[in-house]
């Protein structure tokens, strides 16, 4: 049993074999994936591009090959980090960023918009409601309005006070303060849509709170306008902005109650699953949504204060409602229409 | 002796995930930790806490100098972009990770190993808004009023520690919001390859009898390798004297000559098992 010091034959283990034939590529890989992560794919030459999916299937198998023959684990320990640094160069790394905007504004938005019509019927519906409700609430006993519009929000509109201050808040010419409370405004209202997306999460009952509320305001300002017969300026006052506004609102809680239903009622696909699936589709609309409560910022904040003519201000939100109509709803060609992600 | 302590049947919980590639190799991927990603966080949240008040001491030195209403404008817009797109966007560019998740070394994926969707990242960032700011926010405003009783700042505490620890009630540290967005949070590792502990040399390799070989399996021959490539001096004058005292070997003086000697024999026999189908896990198999 002695170690005697033979002159035997070295001891070549295939690890050391395997990395004598490899080591190569696997190094040019290494480099090349070292480059993307620090700058972009960009950086690369068009003989680097070509060989980046060949160098990674060699890796690959390598790794594959290494698990199965190989006892050194710092070998395949390498491998897996080498292979899985390069899968998320080759697979997991999203476009670039002005491609995603042009796929989101001419297909996933859309696409998402439409799969969640049902959801965004029923958001309508609670608006209308709740606009209704808080309508004859408010006209029943006016002291409900505070209960329901703060006195912040409410801004001296509140059903004491007289037909000429009401007008003068419709059609006055306002100092540039109004900018900045039409940036607080959209902050404010992209922070509410983001809320009614995220709050779906509990199985959609604060979003639908959320969206009644919304509709209660409505109609408890509707209620101060309409017996001082100012119902029509007041309609198109909210009209310039409201119908790319509201809109924005009712799919931001179509969103929400997609998520919360897809949590509660997943139907054949897993809970998981399903719940990514809503997430995805939710959330597309709802940065959608954001988007389009910028462009009512701005309609708000500048083309309000240019146009004080109720039938131009009608005109717009027309033209805007019918705008986003077409754009949602009108229907595609099968190539565009899919992608719902 | 305490590396050849088996432990491997009782291992802890791992990270460790498997994640087969469109090519079918599964690449065993390692799931950042809930302390990694907490310190992920606490990094973006100082990073946005510094940029939103170098730009906010910016901006109110401009619009004091100019007094134009402008900034005010700006400013409500950067917040809110701040805000909301610093995560969102950070995550969407190339390298889909914010500055604190790749100073810590993670990176956002989506679990089906597709592309990272913009809708994906955009979900996993809105459910932030009601796992932290909605509560924090909530609970400020409480305070800045003067009303926050006892039972409200239980409510936002208990609110905030539902989502806050959620990622420690599953197995895959998933978020609210990854949960939602279909995506989670791997490491990303940088090694180097370790050498090869085998390389021909010079003097002629000791000679081991089979009975000699046969002491070990996969587990003792992997742990040798870590005590070669890392272990102190005083580990390897340990485990040399355990194998010679087992083996009935006599010492002759050279430690790190007679492991080295010892693992590529081993490793070669190991292997030749492995040809034909025989891999021994370890010294009890």
Request: proline share 3%.
């Amino acid at each position: 049993m002695a170690t005697a010091l033979l002159a035997g034959q070295p001891a070549l283990v295939n690890a050391s074999r395997f990395r004598a034939a490899h080591d190569a590529d696997w190094q040019r890989l290494e480099t090349l994936v070292t480059r993307i992560e620090k700058r972009s794919i960009r950086v690369l030459s068009d003989d680097d591009l070509l060989a980046l999916p060949v160098l990674y299937r060699t890796a690959l198998s390598s790794l594959s090959i290494a698990r199965e023959t190989s006892l050194d684990r710092a070998l395949v320990t390498y491998l897996e980090q080498l292979c899985t640094r390069a899968y998320f160069q080759l697979y997991g790394v999203p476009t670039s960023a002005v491609r995603q905007l042009g796929v989101f504004f001419t297909q996933t938005w859309p696409a998402a918009v439409r799969a969640l019509w049902r959801e965004t019927l029923v958001s309508l519906l609670l608006t209308v409601a709740g606009a209704v409700v808080g309508y004859l609430l408010v006209r029943s006993d006016p002291g409900w309005f505070f209960g329901l519009v703060g006195q912040g929000m409410a801004g001296g509109r509140d059903p004491s006070a007289s037909v000429e201050t009401l007008r003068g808040t419709l059609y006055g010419k306002h100092d540039d303060m109004l900018t900045i409370f039409a940036a607080y405004l959209f902050t404010h209202n992209a922070q509410i849509a983001i809320f009614s997306f995220a709050l779906g999460f509990a199985f959609a009952v604060p979003t639908a709170l959320l969206i009644a509320y919304n509709g209660l305001m409505l109609g408890a300002f509707l209620a101060v306008f309409v017996p001082k017969g100012l119902g029509f300026g007041f309609a198109g006052w909210i009209a310039i902005h409201g119908t790319t506004e509201l809109f924005a609102i009712i799919l931001s809680g179509a969103a929400g109650f997609r998520i919360g239903t897809a949590i509660a009622f997943p139907g054949r696909a897993t809970r998981g699953d399903s719940a990514v699936q809503a997430g995805k589709t939710g959330a597309t609309v709802m940065g959608g949504a954001v988007v389009m409560l910028l462009v009512a910022g701005l309609l708000e904040g500048i083309g309000r204060q240019t146009v004080t003519n109720d039938l131009a201000r009608y005109a717009i939100g027309l033209v805007m409602l019918v705008g986003w109509l077409l754009y949602f709803y009108l229907p595609r060609s099968r190539r565009d229409g899919m992608a719902a992600a | 002796m305490a590396w050849l302590r088996r432990n491997a049947r009782k291992a802890p919980l791992s990270l460790r995930r498997s994640f087969v590639t469109p090519e079918g190799v599964d690449l065993r991927i390692e799931l950042g930790s809930a302390g990694e990603r907490a310190a992920a966080f606490v990094i973006d949240v100082l990073a946005i806490l510094v940029v939103l008040i170098g730009a906010t001491i910016a901006i109110a030195y401009l619009a004091w100098s100019s007094r134009q209403s402008a900034f005010a404008v700006l400013w409500l817009l950067g917040f809110f972009v701040l805000r909301n797109g610093w995560f969102a966007l950070f995550e969407l560019s190339g390298s889909g990770a914010t500055p604190g998740k790749r100073l810590v070394g993670l990176r956002v994926v989506a679990r089906d190993g597709a592309r990272l969707t913009g809708g994906a990242v955009i979900a996993r960032n809105a459910m932030r808004e009601i796992e932290l700011f909605l509560p924090l926010s909530f609970l400020g405003s409480q305070a800045a009023h003067g009303w926050a009783d006892g039972a409200m700042t239980l409510f936002a505490l208990g609110w905030s520690g539902i989502f806050l620890f959620f990622p420690l009630f599953n197995r895959d540290r998933l978020r609210v919001g990854d949960l939602l967005a279909g995506t989670w949070v791997v490491h990303t590792v940088r090694g180097k390859l370790g050498s090869d502990l085998v390389v021909p040399v010079e003097r002629d390799r000791r000679v081991f009898s089979e009975a000699a070989l046969g002491l070990y399996g996969v587990y003792e021959l992997q742990m040798l390798e870590e005590v070669l490539r890392s272990g102190t001096d005083e580990a390897i004058v340990t485990v040399a004297a355990t194998i010679r005292r087992k083996a009935g070997l006599p010492d002759d003086r050279d430690d790190r000559g007679f492991l080295t000697d010892y693992y590529a024999a081993l490793c070669g026999r190991l292997e030749r098992g492995l040809l034909v189908g025989r891999r021994r896990a370890d010294k009890f198999a």
